[in-house]
């Protein structure tokens, strides 16, 4: 089958009809008819069975589907970067990007990108770590954004910044210790609030955790940063947040310490290695290094009283 063929067999496959099927390629319905017919003489069995309520695949013509499916899937991205570059103000930008990410810093990305690049749609999912590595080779984005490097050998990580750790605690937690008092006896008692799952940033949870010595137990465990800091608002306990997160907390009702003795936490972009982003992508791209270093340097936490 050539990539024409290819392309009517899908056709006819996801809408179940020949006219509907040349409505969606822009073509006659006659034409359909005889590429379907050629494809099948050339095979030398038949592809499509007709039935009351349209045309039924037979079984060879669904084992054909299943193993050109990601064949037509690489078609459309072909087709979709050609439209990119050929209009170049114009395209689209498909990216993932995990819940810490998505809530803290890209919203300043997007309003950035719509105002250099106003032509070009922008699609973002929010996923977490373990969803990347499909996501990414689906092809269902063109890049994701994440800490740490991504562990699968398919995946490409691009260093974008690195930065600090930092524990975060509500001020009237806090302020509850004596100001002369450190930070492992001012917490010695305050519960921890964790996360499930392999997320990388448990590990560092649990390494401060026994280092401050706070309380053993089930405690609460969460899915997200975001609502382990929600928790943390409301004065249940202390976590450990991103230095994205950090420069973000109201210092009247948080303090952010900087966890000097955990490693620095680094953000990465990643992309499969057999499919590089677009032009579109790579523009965007482009913009996050300034980007992030704005962010950082307009939003270091403040240092709580002691």
Not at 87 to 116: M, N
Request: aromatic content about 4%; some cysteine.
């Amino acid at each position: 089958m050539n990539l024409r063929q290819l392309e009517v067999f899908q056709a006819v496959l996801q809408t179940g009809n020949m006219s509907a099927a040349a409505r969606l390629l822009c073509v006659t319905p006659s034409a359909v008819s005889k590429a379907v017919a050629h494809t099948e003489l050339q095979l030398g069995y038949r592809l499509f069975i007709r039935t009351p309520t349209g045309l039924t695949p037979t079984p060879e013509a669904q084992v054909l589907a299943a193993e050109s499916l990601s064949i037509h899937r690489q078609l459309d991205a072909l087709q979709r970067t050609a439209r990119n570059l050929a209009t170049s103000d114009s395209g689209d930008v498909r990216l993932a990007a995990i819940p810490s990410i998505t809530h803290e810093f890209l919203p300043r990305l997007i309003q950035h990108h719509a105002q250099q690049h106003p032509q070009v749609g922008v699609e973002v999912r929010t996923i977490h770590q373990d969803q990347m590595t499909q996501a990414l080779l689906t092809r269902s984005v063109d890049f994701g954004l994440g800490f740490y490097k991504h562990p699968h050998p398919q995946i490409a990580s691009d260093l974008l910044v690195s930065g600090r750790l930092y524990l975060a605690v509500a001020q009237s937690v806090w302020s509850r210790a004596p100001r002369a008092a450190a930070a492992s006896a001012r917490l010695a008692r305050v519960p921890v609030i964790r996360l499930v799952g392999d997320d990388p940033m448990r590990q560092s949870i649990d390494e401060l955790a026994h280092r401050l010595g706070t309380p053993g137990g089930p405690g609460i465990q969460v899915q997200t940063s975001r609502l382990a800091l929600e928790l943390v608002r409301l004065g249940m306990g202390w976590t450990v947040v991103d230095f994205l997160t950090a420069t973000r907390l109201d210092p009247q009702q948080m303090f952010a310490l900087e966890l000097h003795e955990l490693p620095p936490m680094s953000l990465y972009s990643y992309h499969a290695r057999a499919f590089p982003p677009g032009l579109a992508a790579m523009r965007m791209l482009a913009m996050l290094p300034a980007l992030l270093r704005e962010a950082l340097s307009a939003g270091q936490p403040r240092a709580p009283r002691r």
